[in-house]
T-cell receptor, first 111, second 116 residues
Framework: SQQGEEDPQALSIQEGENATMNCSYKTSINNLQWYRQNSGRGLVHLILIRSNEREKHSGRLRVTLDTSKKSSSLLITASRAADTASYFCAVYSGGYQKVTFGTGTKLQVIP | SAVISQKPSRDICQRGTSLTIQCQVDSQVTMMFWYRQQPGQSLTLIATANQGSEATYESGFVIDKFPISRPNLTFSTLTVSNMSPEDSSIYLC?????????????FGEGSRLTVL
């Protein structure tokens, strides 16, 4: 079953705007990750945030984690048409030693 | 990082037949997994491929339907047996590699399977 629920399911923005995606999960985690999937392709790892971290940055990406609310957000700043893709959060639970994926957000950036 | 080669990249198969998907990794691998992604859906873990022993299957997936082999650290196969149209999906091989963060996965490009 899916561990993470993401919202929105779909998001359409203009190039240059910021995009925010949210993820909620159910159990305790070791870390939370975000992946990108271009249409029909494999997934690319974007960023990982550990359970004891609250915020992390990587280039135009900013991830926050609130373990008390079991939620995370991914912010993409100054979006580009090339950011058009599906974005998935995924949680790693050490006890299970596996990564479980959320439902995904489909982002469209309009040039 | 890791480069993961999956074959075939896509195939169209007839109902009742079986297809074997191969996954080859160019790096030292700690864990290897097979995921399924049904059309428009997220990824669901099928099983963890264990070197030299039986794979560990998730709830809802069984060895008779999805036999998996992993004869060495960097190679694995997934067979989709006795296929039906409901098996039409993208099948993705993913790995954790030595030196990467725990739980950080690298993915192949996937094998897109259509069953008629």
């Amino acid at each position: 079953s899916q561990q993470g629920e993401e919202d929105p399911q779909a998001l359409s923005i203009q190039e240059g705007e910021n995009a925010t995606m949210n993820c909620s999960y159910k159990t305790s985690i070791n870390n939370l990750q975000w992946y990108r999937q271009n249409s029909g392709r494999g997934l690319v790892h974007l960023i990982l945030i550990r359970s004891n971290e609250r915020e992390k940055h990587s280039g135009r990406l900013r991830v926050t984690l609130d373990t008390s609310k079991k939620s995370s957000s991914l912010l993409i700043t100054a979006s580009r048409a090339a950011d058009t893709a599906s974005y998935f959060c995924a949680v790693y639970s050490g006890g299970y030693q596996k990564v479980t994926f959320g439902t995904g957000t489909k982002l469209q950036v309009i040039p | 990082s890791a480069v993961i080669s999956q074959k075939p990249s896509r195939d169209i198969c007839q109902r009742g037949t079986s297809l074997t998907i191969q996954c080859q990794v160019d790096s030292q691998v700690t864990m290897m997994f097979w995921y399924r992604q049904q059309p428009g859906q997220s990824l669901t873990l099928i099983a963890t491929a264990n070197q030299g022993s039986e794979a560990t299957y998730e709830s809802g997936f069984v060895i008779d339907k999805f036999p998996i082999s992993r004869p060495n650290l960097t190679f694995s196969t997934l067979t989709v047996s006795n296929m039906s149209p409901e098996d039409s999906s993208i099948y993705l091989c993913s790995v954790e590699v030595v030196g990467a963060l725990t739980g950080e996965l690298f993915f192949g490009e996937g094998s897109r399977l259509t069953v008629l």
